[in-house]
């Protein structure tokens, strides 16, 4: 399992928010670029970057500053989420450098969507699945569709994903924990290798997941935890590796 840094861009800024709502953001950084080199430095496996500018227009408002990042990670995998809804986004975004794009709202609008994507680029997409209270979110959060996360889980076991992130939206960036049994089910429910988001705080939350991971869980993204120190990116990992033969 590894730990994995976000980057969320605003405006050509790095932030977090808390439980996703735009007019509650810190500002961590001016130089997204920059940041990236520090988590590359910090010896992160792979890097998680959120257009939430494209997440709320429904198209990427960010894509230079997302380059520069790729550009400064090298060989370290990058995946992007944030307002991917057209193949021609997905194509470009992949061409640039992008190792994995992550779809979210258009996945849950337009199923058939989804599935076209994972077959033609196998290995290459990830299933955004954001939930509160079981259901899933889309729109920049902004809207909660009746559909539970755990039946779209299901419904994509068949199709050659990446693997899906699941977020518990009452926990982003509020630094309360792990929604461990949700993430778990839901990499039960698809079979697929799920990376965890939202609310890791600190060892005990990569304890927990680590403990109950059974192999399904590929990674967790941390954001405010690390931006705000409660948690280390090497620690971290090395703690992970320790538990786990990493």
């Known amino acids: 399992m590894i730990l994995i ?3 969320d861009l605003k405006e050509g800024r790095c932030v977090r928010l808390r439980q996703g ?20 430095d910090q ?8 257009d939430l500018d ?19 990670m090298g060989d370290v995998p990058v995946q992007i989420g944030g307002g991917i809804r057209e193949v021609s986004v997905v194509r470009s975004y992949l061409e640039a450098g992008i190792s994995q794009v992550i779809i979210g709202t258009k996945a849950i609008q337009e199923p058939q969507f989804l ?8 290995g290459q997409v990830i299933l955004g699945l954001d939930a509160r209270d079981g259901r899933v979110a889309t729109d920049g959060w902004d809207e909660t569709a009746t559909i539970k996360a755990l039946d779209v889980a ?35 429910a698809s079979g697929k290798p799920v990376i965890a988001s939202g609310g890791v705080t600190d060892l005990k939350d990569l304890d927990a997941l680590a403990a109950a991971s059974n192999g399904q ?23 992970l590796d320790a538990l786990l033969g990493g």
């Open 5 to 7: 840094p976000a980057i």
């Open 21 to 40: 709502r735009m007019d509650d953001a810190t500002i961590f950084g001016d130089d997204p670029a920059d940041m990236a080199a520090h988590w590359r």
């Open 43 to 50: 010896g992160a496996r792979r890097l998680h970057v959120v």
């Open 54 to 72: 494209g997440a709320f227009a429904g198209e990427p408002k960010n894509r230079a500053v997302i380059e520069s990042i790729v550009a400064v």
């Open 115 to 122: 599935a076209d994507l994972a077959r033609d680029y196998p």
């Open 154 to 188: 299901r419904d994509v076991a068949a199709l050659p994903l990446f693997g899906i992130v699941y977020t518990d939206i009452e926990r982003d960036g509020m630094l309360t924990g792990v929604n461990v049994p949700s993430t778990l089910a839901v990499a039960e």
């Open 217 to 239: 869980l590929f990674g967790v993204i941390s954001g405010r935890a690390l931006y705000e120190q409660t948690l280390d990116l090497a620690a971290g990992q090395a703690h």
